[in-house]
Every structure is written in structure tokens, then in C-alpha cells.
């Protein structure tokens, strides 16, 4: 588990749905201050997600009809303009 972050109240105001699902994504507890006490927010136990990042719900695309290794090698010299 990594170390904690700490806060203000208003940064937590800010931004308080992105920072609940960072505690519940990563685990990683947030430290509060307000009026000169500390809150600190965990995850419940067993309330960290472990769902994919975003890039990972993405839907598989195919737009090449080659072998992309094809594209590499070829002398695209003659096509360049300056």
C-alpha cells in the first residue's frame, strides 16, 4: 500500500468524487485536516475496486486489412513532400 496523501477540507471539497475513487482504486488511505484534526478516509474492507483502467474497457477495433509489420518496412520516400 502506498503512502497516504494529505489534504484540506477544501481541496477535498474540490474534488471529492475523484478523490473517493482513488482511495477506492488504489487502496491508499486520505488524510483530512479540519479545524485542526485529522479524519483520515479507508476503503471498507474489501471495497477496493479492482476494475480496469480506462483504456483497458476500450472495444477491440480492427481498421488495418494487412499485417502491421508490412507498414514498417515500407519506403514511404517517394510520398514525403517537404
Same mark, same amino acid.
Given at each position: 500500500?502506498?503512502?497516504?496523501?494529505?489534504?484540506?477540507?477544501?481541496?477535498?471539497?474540490?474534488?471529492?468524487?475523484?478523490? @473517493?475513487?482513488? #482511495?477506492?482504486?488504489? &487502496?491508499?488511505?486520505?488524510?483530512?485536516?479540519? !479545524?485542526?484534526? /485529522? @479524519?483520515?478516509? #479507508?476503503?471498507?474492507? &474489501?471495497?477496493?475496486?479492482?476494475?480496469?483502467? !480506462?483504456?483497458? /474497457? @476500450?472495444?477491440?477495433?480492427?481498421?488495418?486489412?494487412?499485417?502491421?509489420?508490412?507498414?514498417?518496412?515500407?519506403?514511404?520516400?517517394?510520398?514525403?513532400?517537404?
Amino acid at each position: 500500500m502506498a503512502t497516504q496523501k494529505r489534504l484540506t477540507a477544501s481541496k477535498l471539497r474540490e474534488n471529492v468524487y475523484r478523490i @473517493l475513487d482513488q #482511495v477506492l482504486d488504489t &487502496g491508499t488511505p486520505v488524510e483530512i485536516e479540519r !479545524r485542526g484534526k /485529522q @479524519l483520515r478516509i #479507508v476503503p471498507a474492507d &474489501g471495497a477496493v475496486s479492482r476494475m480496469p483502467g !480506462r483504456l483497458a /474497457q @476500450l472495444k477491440a477495433r480492427r481498421y488495418l486489412r494487412c499485417d502491421p509489420e508490412v507498414l514498417v518496412h515500407i519506403d514511404w520516400s517517394r510520398e514525403w513532400r517537404p
